[in-house]
């Protein structure tokens, strides 16, 4: 079997992995010119890391992220309101990580060229259509440097992991129209700077209208004793507002939004003195898709941000994504034929991360910031009188359960490995 992979980010690079560990050949083709590392930080929840650590990527993450320790929730003045362990420290099997985005898609790079060949990945090739019929896809490309056309790719299959803005996905959606915007504008950037409560915690503080979370992305700066700390600024406009097209890489301007964090200075976190000493700052737009009937169009598959676009909450786009290509790959590996490996995927993955998109639309478990800031706008003496241990606790619950990393049910599951699948 032959797949085309339209899409080198983490999906893509994933699955790249995953087919070739199923024993599957695949090729990857990138509109990008290079592949470098790019972005800030992201979380790989404990589901997640489990896959990439059974892809034999344990040690290569366990070198460069931070294994977090503990997730804190708080309002704009900094009081706390929620206080749960993480990762390890929660009783997962697998470590919940925090990781330079960078530093993963250079992991997952390396390990596709290592064990796949530097063959299989094309860059400089942008998708622009595929045809299929009874016997297999074949993709068109230009490239995208200067616009001629590539030679055309014929496979059994074909995965659009080409992210929100797929040409693949737009091919069966013509008229989706843009992503959907919130109102929501978030700032992003990394500071150097000391470490805060473990030096390996999470934290999120504000209400749904204005927000601020950080936690440390680097492990050789915390064993320097340092900290760089990866941190989003979220401010709420009216969705009329106009604003630029989302991009990673879109400069942001600290006048902007700093004024009106101005007083966040909690003491254990001085969130005006992280902000001014950032690096670089990133701005772009929260933005999301509705969730679509179908995944699966005959012998081509939507994944990862393509099949899924969702708001930035609860730590829940990358891993998902991961996950996408691990039981893509097995159904691939272990179903009769390619048409029922992708309509079995569908069918397993589809409805659960449906369900993970809307929950993030009303804010998944940072919910409860919301809930004080409405019951307590100016603060509170004890937590419990506003919200109760039970409500926390069930939000916190719900949550799990929908993006499916309750940890009983994962340190006790079947393994997505094909291999294993196949014994």
Same mark, same amino acid.
């Given at each position: 079997?032959?797949?085309?992979?339209?899409?080198?980010?983490?999906?893509?690079?994933?699955?790249?992995?995953?087919?070739?560990?199923? #024993?599957?050949?695949?090729?990857?083709?990138?509109?990008?010119?290079?592949?470098?590392?790019?972005?800030?930080?992201?979380?790989?929840?404990?589901?997640?890391?489990?896959?990439?650590?059974?892809?034999?990527?344990?040690?290569?993450?366990?070198?460069?992220?931070?294994?977090?320790?503990?997730?804190?929730?708080?309002?704009?003045?900094?009081?706390?309101?929620?206080?749960?362990?993480?990762?390890?420290?929660? #009783?997962?099997?697998?470590?919940?990580?925090?990781?330079?985005?960078?530093?993963?898609?250079?992991?997952?790079?390396?390990?596709?060229?290592?064990?796949?060949?530097?063959?299989?990945?094309?860059?400089?090739?942008?998708?622009?259509?595929?045809?299929?019929?009874?016997?297999?896809?074949?993709?068109?490309?230009?490239?995208?440097?200067?616009?001629?056309?590539?030679?055309?790719?014929?496979?059994?299959?074909?995965?659009?992991?080409? #992210?929100?803005?797929?040409?693949?996905?737009?091919?069966?959606?013509?008229?989706?129209?843009?992503?959907?915007?919130?109102?929501?504008?978030?700032?992003?950037?990394?500071?150097?700077?000391?470490?805060?409560?473990?030096?390996?915690?999470?934290?999120?503080?504000?209400?749904?209208?204005?927000?601020?979370?950080?936690?440390?992305?680097?492990?050789?700066?915390?064993?320097?004793?340092?900290?760089?700390?990866?941190?989003?600024?979220?401010?709420?406009?009216?969705?009329?507002?106009?604003?630029?097209?989302?991009?990673?890489?879109?400069?942001?301007?600290?006048?902007?939004?700093?004024?009106?964090?101005?007083?966040?200075?909690?003491?254990?976190?001085?969130?005006?003195?992280?902000?001014?000493?950032?690096?670089?700052?990133?701005?772009?737009?929260?933005?999301?898709?509705?969730?679509?009937?179908?995944?699966?169009?005959?012998?081509?598959?939507?994944?990862?941000?393509?099949?899924?676009?969702?708001?930035?909450?609860?730590?829940?786009?990358?891993?998902?994504?991961?996950?996408?290509?691990?039981?893509?790959?097995?159904?691939?590996?272990?179903?009769?034929?390619?048409?029922?490996?992708?309509?079995?995927?569908?069918?397993?993955?589809?409805?659960?991360?449906?369900?993970?998109?809307?929950?993030?639309?009303?804010?998944?478990?940072?919910?409860?910031?919301?809930?004080?800031?409405?019951?307590?706008?100016? #603060?509170?003496?004890?937590?419990?009188?506003?919200?109760?241990?039970?409500?926390?606790?069930?939000?916190?619950?719900?949550?799990?359960?929908?993006?499916?990393?309750?940890?009983?049910?994962?340190?006790?599951?079947?393994?997505?490995?094909?291999?294993?699948?196949?014994?």
């Amino acid at each position: 079997m032959k797949v085309i992979i339209v899409g080198g980010g983490i999906c893509g690079l994933t699955a790249a992995l995953s087919l070739h560990r199923a #024993g599957i050949d695949c090729t990857i083709h990138e509109a990008a010119a290079e592949l470098r590392a790019l972005g800030v930080g992201i979380n790989l929840l404990p589901h997640a890391v489990r896959e990439l650590a059974e892809l034999g990527l344990g040690d290569d993450l366990a070198r460069v992220a931070i294994p977090t320790a503990e997730l804190i929730y708080a309002n704009r003045h900094g009081q706390r309101i929620w206080q749960e362990p993480r990762g390890l420290d929660a #009783g997962y099997h697998w470590p919940q990580y925090s990781v330079a985005r960078g530093d993963l898609q250079m992991i997952l790079l390396q390990a596709v060229r290592d064990r796949l060949g530097a063959d299989a990945i094309r860059t400089d090739h942008a998708f622009v259509r595929l045809d299929q019929d009874d016997a297999g896809v074949t993709g068109h490309f230009v490239h995208r440097s200067d616009g001629s056309a590539a030679d055309p790719v014929r496979g059994h299959i074909l995965i659009g992991a080409d #992210g929100i803005h797929s040409a693949v996905r737009g091919q069966f959606y013509p008229d989706e129209g843009d992503p959907i915007w919130n109102g929501c504008v978030l700032w992003r950037a990394t500071t150097v700077g000391e470490p805060f409560l473990t030096g390996r915690s999470m934290v999120m503080a504000g209400h749904a209208d204005q927000k601020f979370v950080c936690y440390p992305v680097s492990r050789e700066l915390h064993d320097q004793g340092k900290s760089l700390i990866n941190w989003i600024a979220e401010i709420r406009y009216p969705t009329d507002t106009p604003w630029p097209r989302e991009d990673w890489n879109r400069p942001g301007s600290i006048d902007t939004f700093l004024p009106a964090f101005m007083d966040w200075d909690f003491g254990w976190l001085k969130v005006p003195d992280i902000i001014r000493r950032a690096q670089a700052i990133y701005e772009f737009p929260m933005v999301d898709r509705d969730p679509v009937a179908s995944w699966c169009f005959g012998r081509v598959v939507l994944a990862g941000d393509a099949a899924h676009p969702m708001y930035p909450i609860g730590s829940n786009g990358a891993s998902q994504s991961i996950i996408d290509a691990r039981v893509l790959a097995r159904h691939l590996a272990l179903s009769e034929t390619p048409e029922q490996a992708l309509r079995l995927f569908d069918a397993e993955r589809r409805p659960p991360t449906s369900a993970i998109v809307l929950a993030n639309r009303g804010n998944g478990p940072e919910q409860v910031m919301q809930m004080v800031e409405e019951r307590a706008p100016e #603060g509170f003496g004890d937590v419990h009188d506003v919200i109760s241990p039970v409500e926390l606790e069930e939000v916190s619950a719900r949550y799990k359960m929908t993006a499916g990393f309750v940890p009983e049910a994962l340190n006790s599951r079947a393994s997505l490995d094909a291999h294993v699948s196949r014994r």
